[in-house]
């Protein structure tokens, strides 16, 4: 069965640090990789996603992921926070046959930013 | 452009009522899907919805179901609501694959 493991559900970090934030797979085929994030009181926003092509892969707010195969890993980074950063963050991966994937979450990381 | 828009914002209910959630999406938006979110437990898939017709389903009892108009408009309804219903509901359109805009949910209270 498709999961999603996110293994740090609090990370702590200080203004201008940087930040990893892990996530886990297990799906049997090529996945499609997800990270959003959720602000307080926002919706959950799309910072990036993985298809196929480079494994490294470019977001919005600075943010960038690896894809590991080997490692069925798709961790998160950013060289440095800023505090408007201080969020959850959700790793999902797109389970399914063409025309009906669906989205399978972790269970999150919350991010809290020190000034 | 509006984006996805979720009434109500927040709900309090007792055992054994039903409910009914509404989610308008984007515009031009066919496809709708459905979260159910609790604190541990992240994002669990509901179903989704294209062109009125249910294209996926979670794992979730039948009190669960949903619905999607010729607008794309989508309702969900939970009948006999379980304290363990209780929950934040979101709602996510899409017109691309990968790539979801979510409401700001509904806050669902069960007492």
């Known amino acids: 069965a498709q999961s999603v493991t996110q293994p740090d559900i609090h990370i702590t970090v200080s203004e201008g640090a940087s930040l990893e934030l892990r996530c886990n797979y297990s799906?049997?085929?090529?996945?499609?990789l997800f990270w959003y994030v959720q602000s307080p009181g926002q919706g959950l926003q799309l910072l990036l996603k993985y298809f196929s092509g480079d494994t490294l892969v470019q977001g919005i707010k600075g943010f960038e992921a690896e894809f590991k195969r080997s490692q069925s890993s798709f961790n998160l980074r950013k060289p440095s926070v800023h505090w408007s950063d201080a969020a959850e963050y959700f790793c999902a991966v797109g389970a399914g046959t063409s025309g009906t994937y669906k989205y399978i979450f972790g269970t999150g990381t919350r991010l809290k930013v020190l000034a | 452009k509006a984006g996805v828009t979720q009434t109500p914002r927040y709900l309090i209910k007792t055992r054994g009522q039903q409910v009914t959630l509404s989610c308008s999406p984007i515009?031009?938006?066919?496809?709708v899907s459905w979260y159910q979110q609790t604190p541990g437990q992240g994002l669990q898939f509901l179903f989704e919805?294209?062109?009125?017709?249910?294209?996926n389903k979670g794992n979730f009892p039948g009190r669960f179901s949903g619905r999607q108009f010729s607008n794309s408009r989508s309702e969900m309804n939970v009948s006999t609501l379980e304290l363990g219903d209780s929950a934040l509901y979101l709602c996510?359109?899409?017109?691309?694959?990968?790539?979801?805009?979510f409401g700001s949910g509904t806050q669902l209270s069960v007492l």
């Open positions: 996510a359109s899409s017109l691309e694959y990968g790539k979801l805009f």
């Open positions: 515009s031009g938006h066919r496809s």
């Open positions: 799906y049997g085929a090529t996945p499609y």
């Open positions: 919805y294209f062109s009125e017709t249910q294209r």
